[in-house]
């Protein structure tokens, strides 16, 4: 079969050649997007008296019924066809004859494929952008349910000082609120149109860029046409953010599969997303964070594949940038996955409050708090450090807590302890005595959650305004 480009061709192309460059395969998922600025071009086509209005209306139609083709599975896309834009031109022709061949006129392969990803990317950064405010959502529930509840707070995974578990909690808030900024950031330069920009230079017919950007809802035109074929920073940027998101998905993973351990029991994962053990009957594994953490690496790998390919790449297309495709789509499936699980894992967890305060009142993560005391009786920090230090190696060698000590035996160690001492170093004194912006205190804890839930509502407002735009 001859090719749509093969005029200049003497020969037919080697069938190993054909597999090995031909791309739909991956890029068939572009079909819808394809379709969509097609008939935005064919459009503009019309208008600009390039095309006379029966033509395209006669292509506009064609397209129309090979999208509700393609939606009912009807197109069988062929690999000597190469790619998902001839595919699509060739059902095309074969439904409405050579008159199909005019909807490629001022356009080429180029731009159309840069036009498809940013078309595709924009609405998978709404998506996601929704995703992160769900799992936001479970997440600031599960706080407000855990005001009280206090927990161990760690350092190089030794126990620290106690916090509310809801601070813990709202820390992950706070990340994935700098993960939605980012991709809304993003958005800005995906919302920028390449089409008009033909192979490399423009094209000698009258188009109108800007007409075609208002028919798809972009909201800026690249101002250079080898920039627009060549630019891949938009698919990069994704994949950075990408990579972010998995790496804050990966840490909360990590303390997931921790915290469900027999040897932590500070939480229970919901039996919908765990799974058992083909020959241990008492397993219950956490296998849904335990693949999101393994699934981590393959984000960055995606990142990093892309960014190599276009090291060095001269102006302005090469087949090599047929490789930023199939990474990106397979970040998007990655991603989709594991943040689709990662809200309703997070809103069915149980917590262990007993547990955790067992944990608390089993530690010495109390002891900044007895410095702290005497620092406010005079005495030196440093010198106050080495007072209590010396108190917690007392405790360790007597089988004992600091809440176990009588005020004769920490009067040993300094006369300035008195009463007082007791109260200090309880859970909840601890906790509230960090009463300052952004600390473990209710009351801040409490106006924490209070400012999370009016920025959620602000996204929420964001993901319906742009993902009627994005349509």
């Given amino acids: ?35 969509q600025g097609s008939l935005a071009h064919v459009t503009m086509l019309g208008k600009q008296g390039i095309l006379p209005a029966e033509d395209v209306e006669t292509i506009k139609d064609g397209l129309k019924r090979a999208l509700q083709r393609l939606q009912q599975g009807e197109i069988e896309f ?27 006129t001022g356009r080429s392969r180029n731009d159309q494929v840069a036009t498809d990803m940013h078309l595709y990317l924009r609405k998978r950064v709404v998506e996601f952008v929704d995703l992160l405010h769900k799992l936001q ?20 995974l030794q126990r620290a000082q106690p916090i509310l578990f809801a601070h813990h909690l709202m820390a992950y808030v706070s990340m994935f609120g700098r993960d939605i900024e980012r991709l809304q950031d993003s958005y800005k330069r995906i919302d920028t149109l390449p089409l008009g920009a033909g192979a490399l230079a423009g094209t000698t017919f009258p188009i109108d860029r800007h007409f075609v950007a208002s028919q798809l809802n972009f909201e800026r035109v690249y101002e250079n046409s080898l920039d627009a074929v060549s630019d ?35 939480v229970e994962l919901d039996d919908a997303f765990c799974t058992g053990s083909s020959i241990m009957p008492q397993k219950k594994n956490p296998d849904v964070p335990e693949l999101v953490r393994g699934k981590t690496g393959r984000v960055y790998g995606n990142l990093m594949g892309l960014l190599t390919v276009l090291k060095s790449l001269p102006l302005a297309y090469n087949k090599d940038m047929q490789e930023d495709k199939e990474g990106m789509f397979d ?17 069915t967890m149980k917590v262990n409050k007993d547990r955790m305060r067992q944990a608390v009142n089993q530690d010495f993560s109390n002891a900044t708090d007895i410095a702290d005391f005497l620092v406010g009786k005079g005495l030196p920090f440093r010198q ?9 190696l007392y405790c360790i060698e007597n089988n004992k807590y600091l809440l176990d000590l009588t005020l004769d035996e920490f009067k040993q160690f300094s006369e300035l302890f008195d009463d007082r001492i007791f109260a200090i170093l309880q859970p909840e004194a601890v906790v509230d005595a960090r009463d300052v912006y952004g600390g473990t205190a209710r009351g801040q804890v409490s106006e924490a959650i209070g400012r999370a839930l009016q920025q959620q509502g602000l996204t929420a407002s964001w ?5 009627e735009k994005s349509k």
């Fill in 1 to 35: 079969m001859s090719k749509l480009w093969g005029g200049r061709f003497t020969k037919q192309t080697d069938k190993l050649v054909e597999e090995y460059t031909a791309s739909i395969t991956f890029d068939k998922e572009l079909a819808e997007e394809d379709i």
């Fill in 78 to 104: 062929s690999v000597s066809n190469e790619d998902i834009h001839m595919n699509i031109e060739k059902a095309l022709i074969d439904d409405i004859g050579a008159v199909g061949g005019k909807l490629h």
């Fill in 137 to 156: 959502t479970a997440l600031t529930e599960q706080a407000q349910a855990n005001l009280d509840t206090i927990v161990p707070g760690y350092t190089h």
């Fill in 232 to 266: 891949r920073d938009f698919i990069l940027e994704f994949l950075a953010d990408a990579s972010i998101i998995m790496m804050h998905l990966s840490r909360l993973s990590e303390e997931l599969v921790m915290w469900s351990s027999t040897e932590f029991r500070f």
């Fill in 331 to 347: 970040t998007v499936r990655t991603m989709q996955g594991a943040l689709q699980l990662f809200a309703p894992m997070i809103a």
């Fill in 384 to 392: 106050a450090h080495e007072v209590i230090g010396k108190t917690v």
């Fill in 463 to 467: 993901v319906a305004e742009y993902m």
